[in-house]
């Protein structure tokens, strides 16, 4: 019985990645220092299929690294991507299937669409690419990812060149290309921080929709909260390359146990004139350099931090699937 139920969570997950790691060496251009940046430190999550798992957190946490080392754009110094069961590596049948199944949509879409090519010829490069049908069916399907994303008359969109579009017009041929091929995985990176609030939601309703319709499974990168809770149904909170908070968006988001969690909501700004006096529950301390920290690495920005911080606290799970990297109880 114990069988069965473990070989029925297998088939419901899609992608995992296991204690990924990435270091940069930056040497400096005025002297013979090195340093060490760890932009991604031991970082472990799942994603099942047809789920939105959101990896949250500052900029410079790691956010984007993880993304790039899923398509393998960029490589790992360790850790293992596995998808459908399969270990990605750097063999020309794994690099297929991974950029195959998942694809990215990135956070400015101008600087990830070519400025000289028409919307047809940006849409239908991934089905050349990978060698997906002729040119007649290749046209039907650019014609049917433009309408899947509200781009109408398609026969007229085609023949525009980006600069001919608005911002969210040039996010939803970004989103168009990724569907084209039809993934089983998105990686949205910041998706609709580049675009203008008021269409923002439109964007998400749209990506939801899709997710919906297709069961396509989304890694959605965010910096914002707000946005996170309302597409998302999992989170990772990520600090200085590693997680320290990850659960149901509910539960880590209307119940942070860590304090770095606590003080990103507290950011969120609320269109509310009360809030303009509201005091913050967390008050983050400023270091002068943030960068390798011995223990905890948010002991130093951290006003609950004891002694017992200066051992790097693991991510546990002591609530059902809600797991944080903390010793102290901020609740």
Do not use: W
């Not at 430190?41 to 949250?56: N, P, Q, R």
């Not at 293992?80 to 063999?91: H, L, M, P, S, V």
């Amino acid at each position: 019985m114990i069988y069965f139920l473990f070989l029925e969570y297998l088939l419901d997950e899609i992608l995992r990645i296991e204690h990924l790691k990435k270091y940069f060496v930056k040497k400096s251009v005025f002297s013979s220092e090195v340093s060490t940046l760890r932009a991604t430190d031991d970082v472990s999550f799942y994603l099942e299929k047809g789920e939105v798992f959101v990896l949250a957190g500052e900029s410079g946490s790691g956010k984007s690294t993880i993304a790039k080392m899923i398509l393998k754009s960029i490589e790992s110094d360790s850790g293992k991507i596995i998808f459908e069961g399969q270990e990605i590596k750097n063999d020309q049948k794994s690099l297929e299937k991974i950029r195959m199944n998942c694809q990215m949509i990135h956070q400015d879409p101008y600087d990830s669409i070519n400025p000289r090519m028409k919307i047809f010829d940006i849409i239908v490069e991934p089905l050349e690419i990978h060698k997906i049908g002729d040119s007649s069916s290749r046209k039907q399907r650019v014609l049917e990812v433009l309408r899947e994303v509200k781009l109408e008359p398609a026969e007229e969109v085609i023949k525009k060149y980006p600069h001919m579009l608005s911002g969210g017009q040039r996010q939803r041929v970004v989103l168009a290309r990724a569907l084209s091929i039809n993934p089983k995985v998105i990686l949205a990176d910041e998706p609709v921080s580049m675009l203008d609030v008021s269409i923002r939601a439109e964007m998400l309703e749209l990506m939801g929709e899709l997710q919906k319709k297709y069961g396509i499974s989304f890694i959605y990168i965010t910096h914002d909260l707000a946005t996170a809770r309302y597409f998302g149904q999992r989170i990772g909170i990520l600090y200085l390359g590693k997680i320290v908070e990850m659960g149901k968006i509910d539960d880590v988001l209307l119940s942070p146990k860590h304090p770095y969690t606590q003080a990103l909501i507290d950011a969120i700004s609320e269109p509310d004139p009360e809030n303009v006096n509201k005091e913050k529950k967390i008050r983050i301390n400023e270091p002068n350099e943030i960068s390798i920290f011995e223990g905890c690495r948010f002991r130093p920005r951290c006003p609950y931090a004891i002694d017992k911080c200066k051992v790097e606290p693991s991510l546990e799970s002591k609530n059902g699937d809600h797991a944080f990297a903390c010793y102290v109880d901020i609740t």
